[in-house]
């Protein structure tokens, strides 16, 4: 399975992006997606994800109510929607992939993913 992720850049606080994640090699419909960040010497954080069929997203506390994950099986790809950026979600974000079903309970925990993409540094100036 091949993740690439695209659509980071530089952006105003306040301001919007969407990151893209296009899959390939696999069927993607039977993948849980999900979102990681990891800003400069800190840790690789938990963003958000979605289950295969695109039922059931999960988010971090910090993004609830500003960003959206949703998913197009037709179109291989999931989405992560930016609102309201803040300087702090600057970082390298990265997609992922899972074989096995998300839920509440495992979708935040990185070891849960199988594969992951190369990621796409968002920059937020105040």
């Known amino acids: 399975v091949q993740l690439q992720a695209s659509g980071g850049g530089l952006v105003q606080a306040g301001g919007s992006l969407r990151l893209s994640c296009a899959v390939s090699g696999r069927t993607f419909s039977n993948y849980g997606m999900g979102w990681f960040r990891q800003a400069p010497g800190k840790e690789r954080d938990f963003v958000a994800a979605?289950?295969?069929?695109?039922?059931?997203?999960f988010s971090a506390d910090s993004v609830k109510g500003r960003f959206t994950i949703s998913r197009d099986n037709a179109k291989n790809t999931v989405y992560l929607q930016m609102n309201g950026l803040k300087p702090e979600d600057t970082a390298v974000y990265y997609c992922a992939a899972a074989r096995s079903g998300l839920w509440s309970t495992n979708s935040y925990n990185p070891r849960t993913y199988n594969y992951w993409g190369q990621g796409t540094l968002v920059t937020v100036s105040s």
């Open positions: 979605i289950n295969y069929s695109g039922g059931s997203t």
